[in-house]
């Protein structure tokens, strides 16, 4: 589930219904922005937890019981199922049957005036549990609502936001942009993650114009510093405008800086954690937005981002890139349509593109990683109201990925496919979605 929230809890502490904060859950409109930006407050006398029931507690469970199936092209498997000696081939693979999601414990609130918290443990469909977010933040530094701090870890001030996403499958639960590095990259970071640091933001009273700054460990939100002393820096920035009977629209532009090792002390051999040296740099900048057509919600976004060849085009530990090495340099976007049908009912696609611009390799082909995605989705609200929740979830997704083989072009003993042959996968996605 990946921390993505809903918190009945905050509409029972202030006697409003879900849909002041939620166009549909668990996406906000701006005035559940608004209350976000403020530290989870609405500035009455409501806000501090002395002054609220004792039978409050700013929690809430969200987890989807599902059936779902995956199917995907191009897995290279034993020709004789069970015998390893056999030749490899290649075979469409299909899994399907009921299931469960991971499960997301959320716990958002105020510790005390202008002092809020957030505490999201969360669990894989095994029971595993993580901790997906734990922050503190001060609002209002010198009473301005232009200086607030959070420390901890938490997400990117992304204006299109991933733990709100309203789609779920393994397709297209996640933005491929956020994540995608290129074959054969060693870059540990998704935009899309929870980042581990200190991020110094602000807002106008309303919201309409926001900024972060971020310092973060260039871990891509993993504990214990597996990386090095390396450091990642972030800014964004938006702006939002009334455009008459469309609606409030929001543009905004994002960059993230960070280097990453190429090299660690080793103990027998093996890297030591935390000793990284010989970092490299790599860079996502890009602009997005969300704007609405009356009942049409668009939400564009446009990434460019580059790392470097040690990074990109990466051998053994230490060892400088092969000679005619480059950065590589890509683009991706998708657009993302929310249809309103009306406040318990959304129609949902999204298409997402991702071309490389510049290979890191010589001779590699100029395809190699390119990314087609397209998902179609509907979500139906039985139930919106202060004490629970309720989605009843459909979904159709499928991912090309091209250029050449992923798995049976390297190693495998099978001859290369035609540069143009996708390895596809989808998903077909039924669940209930829910939080209390």
């Not at 990117?156 to 733990?163: F, P, Q, W």
């Not at 090095?228 to 629209?249: I, N, P």
């Not at 190699?368 to 919106?384: C, E, S």
Request: charged share 15%; glycine share 12%.
């Amino acid at each position: 589930m990946h921390g993505k929230a809903l918190i009945p809890a905050f509409a029972r502490k202030y006697g409003l219904p879900c849909s002041a904060c939620h166009t549909v859950w668990p996406q906000l409109n701006n005035f559940g922005q608004v209350f976000r930006d403020n530290g989870y407050q609405l500035k009455n006398d409501r806000d501090s937890p002395i002054d609220v029931s004792p039978a409050y507690w700013p929690a809430a469970v969200r987890i989807t019981p599902q059936w779902h199936m995956e199917r995907t092209t191009h897995q290279v498997v034993d020709a004789i199922p069970g015998d390893a000696t056999s030749p490899p081939t290649e075979r469409t693979l299909t899994t399907q049957g009921f299931d469960l999601s991971g499960m997301d414990l959320l716990m958002l609130g105020t510790l005390y005036k202008d002092i809020s918290f957030g505490v999201i443990p969360s669990s894989d469909n095994h029971g595993q549990f993580h901790l997906e977010a734990a922050y503190v933040r001060f609002s209002n530094l010198m009473k301005s609502s232009w200086a607030n701090l959070k420390v901890g870890k938490f997400e990117l001030d992304n204006l299109v936001s991933e733990k709100r996403e309203l789609l779920l499958s393994a397709n297209g639960g996640l933005y491929q942009s956020y994540h995608f590095v290129p074959v054969g990259d060693v870059t540990t970071f998704g935009i899309g993650d929870n980042q581990l640091g200190a991020e110094f933001s602000g807002h106008s009273a309303n919201s309409y114009t926001r900024y972060s700054v971020g310092a973060f460990s260039g871990s891509d939100g993993q504990v214990g510093l597996p990386a090095g002393r390396g450091y990642d820096g972030a800014v964004s920035f938006s702006q939002a405008f009334e455009a008459g009977a469309l609606g409030l629209q929001r543009l905004g532009g994002y960059a993230y800086l960070g280097r990453r090792p190429t090299a660690f002390e080793t103990v027998q051999g093996v890297p030591i954690p935390g000793t990284g040296t010989g970092d490299k740099s790599f860079y996502r900048i890009g602009a997005a937005g969300d704007f609405f057509l009356g009942p049409l919600e668009l939400l564009p976004l446009y990434m460019h981002a580059s790392d470097d060849a040690a990074l990109a085009a990466a051998g053994p530990p230490g060892q400088l890139p092969p000679p005619g090495a480059e950065n590589a340099v890509w683009n991706a976007g998708f657009i993302e349509a929310h249809y309103y049908v009306n406040q318990q009912f959304v129609l949902l696609h999204r298409t997402e593109v991702i071309r490389m611009s510049k290979q890191a390799l010589p001779d590699t082909p100029t395809d190699l990683g390119n990314i087609d995605a397209m998902t179609f989705g509907v979500r139906w609200y039985p139930i919106m109201l202060s004490r629970t929740g309720l989605a009843v979830h459909a979904e159709y997704s499928t991912t090309n990925n091209h250029g050449t083989m992923p798995l049976s072009g390297t190693g495998s003993g099978l001859p290369p496919l035609d540069p143009a042959t996708r390895v596809r996968s989808s998903s077909v996605f039924l669940a209930l979605d829910f939080a209390f």
